[in-house]
């Protein structure tokens, strides 16, 4: 005889069997929710930002308050966010004169412990350099640096020059500032370029430097930094406020390591 | 022949016999669940999460040495549902969840309308943070004096521990008086990237560099030093005595 | 960062002038250990950042450098100096820039640093590891690669020797870090920078506290080989 038990089983898989069944019709497709995509990306191109504000507050004292930049959406991110891929270049540290771009395996970085694989090169040509600048001790020869020069510098750089594995994921800074790495901005700590000047001391002169970025997203981009102060004066003092960075870059969005861009 | 029939027969019979009173119920599969849960602002693999649909929960374990202070969420969902925060809305400021506590919560809407929540839980796989006591009898607290009409003056003191996270932002270091009342935080005049046991404090008073906590403490006081380091906090169990003088 | 520390005036300290011999300073030797200690070379002492400062000059920092073998110093105030001091082998390290905080090697390619078109074959790669534990140097590709000039502020990124904090303006050594070095004539050589102030304090607190004496402690390995056991 069969037994009371083994009927309930055997009807109990009987219908889990048809349950199955009917399940397998359906896909079970998974939908993923998209959050909507309300960011616009640039065109390649050339872009200037004029006076964004980082902190107005700086002073040498102190860090300034952080600037994190989206190259490629061209706008400021909020500092939350640095952890995440939302940006590409900061602007940090005293007078906001620590350029990192976001890496988050770099030691110091205000990435750090977040997705972002950018770096960064500066390119230096000790040929151009000598123009306006001591090759042998690093400081400029005189001030203020003529502006034709930074197109210059820009225009000159047509092409990404190294191989990524070049490119640096430490800050781009004040030159030969306590190291010995070429900057983007000269710091006259004693004022020593304009002696006797006590207006003098304490000025960060930006260079005509191009530094190279590799985006979060992989794309390629020249940056020159023409400012730090408000309203970009050409030959500031310690009247002038800092905190006011005065940036062009030019984007290739193509893939590409071209930084031919009209 | 006929046996074998007459066996089928009765087999069947009580097959549907069977069948009428022995009833499986059949569940169908609810279709406002949330799928995959992971963290994707990290380097390399994301940090998937642990999803518990009986007790409709997500747990995220979190490693310390990330000192991550914003999540970024993608999310599945069963076919059809959508889910509010939508995929990608950030969770920020995460120390502020772990040291006030914030619910957060996940509403999956089926393509039926019936509308499953889930809480999230992050778990941190951090070190113990512990702290050495500052004075070590509690019927002799170490002080500290401070002069408010001098030129110049400055106490220091030393917190030693294990546990410290290496980046000071996840820092925070107050004192707490009887009340339980917090003040601060201090200013941890040491960066320890590589020292993670001690940290360092000195309060100032000097024209309008003096620190910031000298405004708000009273005459004297009697203070725990308590440090919140990324999820953890410890407090000492014994006070310092702090006077300020000529206040 | 030093904007305060023009404001502030610096009493009077004592100060010894910098004579162009060995300054003086003190050397700890445990019998343990064969690391040199130095405590509390004076370097310019004389100098300031900042005007109306008692007993001190306004100017910029005269590079001091010393050897390890000798443990000699040289002060190089003016071009008579670096002719004399600069382009040879026998120094190792110098303590340049403000404060005389800027540590460098003597390396004769390495434009902007005193032993620039010397004999120099020095170099430094950061090692985080506290010094008794840095056994060996590492292989060359790292020399190549990562090798320094020198080290000073470290501004978050790793490459320094102390941490300037911007809340009280004191300089803090970075601990448990050692800089592993070529010496002038390429000997490998450990080196651990302590402290700018005077005594050689654990915690400073004093805007005014005396400085910069440098404490430091370092081992050469003078048989050529990598080995940088000094236990």
């Known amino acids: 005889m069969i037994s009371h038990l083994s009927w309930r089983t055997v009807t109990a898989m009987l219908f889990i069997a048809c349950s199955i069944v009917a399940c397998s019709k359906n896909d079970n497709k998974n939908e993923i929710i998209d959050p909507g995509e309300t960011s616009t990306t640039v065109k390649t191109g050339i872009y200037k930002v004029v006076n964004l504000v980082a902190d107005t ?16 959406e061209n706008k400021v991110v909020p500092a939350s966010l640095k952890q995440t891929n939302k940006w590409d270049i900061v602007f940090y540290g005293i007078y906001n004169s620590s350029v990192y771009p976001n890496n988050g395996a770099a030691v110091g970085s205000p990435g750090y412990g977040g997705p972002g694989t950018a770096r960064i090169y500066v390119v230096t040509d000790r040929q151009f350099d000598a123009q306006y600048y001591d090759v042998t001790n690093f400081k400029p020869i005189s001030l203020p640096i003529p502006r034709e020069l930074w197109n210059t510098a820009f225009n000159a750089v047509k092409t990404v020059p190294v191989t990524d594995e070049k490119m640096v994921v430490r800050d781009a800074g004040l030159d030969h500032f306590q190291n010995n790495f070429d900057g983007w901005g000269y710091y006259d700590f004693y004022g020593s370029l304009f002696p006797g000047d006590p207006k003098k001391t304490h000025v960060v002169y930006a260079l005509p430097r191009v530094i190279i970025v590799k985006t979060v997203k992989g794309h390629y981009a020249k940056v020159i930094i023409e400012n730090i102060y408000k309203d970009n004066p050409e030959n500031p003092n310690r009247d002038n406020k800092p905190g006011y960075v005065t940036f062009r870059y030019a984007i290739q969005m193509d893939g590409s390591k071209n930084l031919d861009i009209q | 022949m006929k046996k074998i029939y007459q066996r089928l027969a009765a087999v069947l019979l009580i097959f549907s016999a069977c069948t009428k009173t022995e009833t499986i119920p059949f569940t169908p599969e609810a279709d406002n669940q949330l799928l995959e ?3 994707v602002n990290v380097q390399g693999t994301p ?4 999803i518990n649909q009986a007790d409709s929960s997500v747990t995220i374990y979190l490693p310390f040495y990330l000192q991550l202070t914003i999540l970024e969420p993608e999310l599945k969902v069963s076919d059809g549902a959508t889910i509010t925060p939508a995929s990608g809305t950030m969770i920020e400021d995460l120390l502020d969840f772990f040291r006030n506590g914030r619910t957060i919560k996940y509403n999956v809407k089926g393509k039926a309308g019936n509308v499953k929540g889930y809480t999230l839980h992050i778990q941190v796989q951090q070190p113990d943070l512990t702290v050495k006591e500052i004075t070590t009898d509690p019927a002799n607290p170490v002080t500290y004096n401070i002069d408010m009409k001098a030129f110049f003056d400055s106490f220091s003191f030393t917190l030693n521990g294990a546990g410290f996270a290496s980046n000071l932002d996840m ?5 707490v008086d009887e009340q339980n009342k917090e003040y601060g935080p201090l200013d941890i005049s040491q960066f320890n990237t590589t020292d993670l046991t001690t940290l360092s404090f000195s309060i100032t008073q000097y024209k309008n560099m003096s620190s910031a906590i000298l405004a708000t403490l009273p005459a004297t006081g009697l203070y725990k030093v308590r440090i919140y380091s990324y999820a953890k906090v410890a407090t000492t169990q014994n006070s310092i005595r702090i006077n300020l003088l000529n206040k | ?3 305060h520390l023009l404001k502030i005036a610096i009493p009077l300290v004592t100060i010894s002038l910098m004579v162009s011999c060995s300054g003086k300073d003190k050397e700890i030797v445990d019998p343990k250990d064969a690391a040199v200690m130095i405590f509390d070379l004076p370097a310019d002492t004389a100098a300031s950042m900042g005007e109306g400062v008692d007993g001190k000059d306004q100017r910029q920092f005269y590079t001091i450098t010393f050897s390890f073998k000798t443990k000699e110093t040289h002060v190089i105030r003016n071009a008579a100096d670096s002719a004399k001091y600069l382009k040879n082998a026998e120094w190792d390290i110098a303590f340049s820039k403000e404060y005389n905080s800027f540590v460098v090697v003597n390396n004769g390619g390495i434009a902007g640093t005193p032993g620039y078109q010397g004999p120099g074959v020095g170099n430094l790669v950061i090692v985080d590891k506290p010094f ?8 060359d590709t790292e020399f190549e690669n990562n090798g320094l000039a020198g080290v000073g502020w470290d501004n978050g990124n790793g490459l320094g020797w102390f941490f300037y904090s911007l809340n009280n303006h004191i300089c803090v050594p970075v601990r448990n870090r050692t800089y592993v070095l070529k010496t002038a004539t390429g000997n490998y050589a450990k080196l651990e920078l302590l402290n700018i102030y005077k005594g050689n304090p654990p915690v400073v607190t004093d805007l005014f506290w005396p400085a910069p004496y440098l404490t430091f402690r370092y081992y050469v390995q003078t048989d050529g080989s990598r080995n940088l056991k000094n236990r």
């Open chain 1, 57 to 72: 507050n700086a002073t040498s004292a102190g860090n300034a308050v952080e600037l994190y930049y989206n190259l490629e």
């Open chain 3, 1 to 3: 960062m030093i904007k």
């Open chain 2, 47 to 50: 940090i998937y999460g642990a």
């Open chain 3, 132 to 139: 008794d534990q840095v056994t060996s140097a590492p292989a």
């Open chain 2, 171 to 175: 820092i925070k270091v107050v004192l």
């Open chain 2, 37 to 39: 849960y992971k963290i």
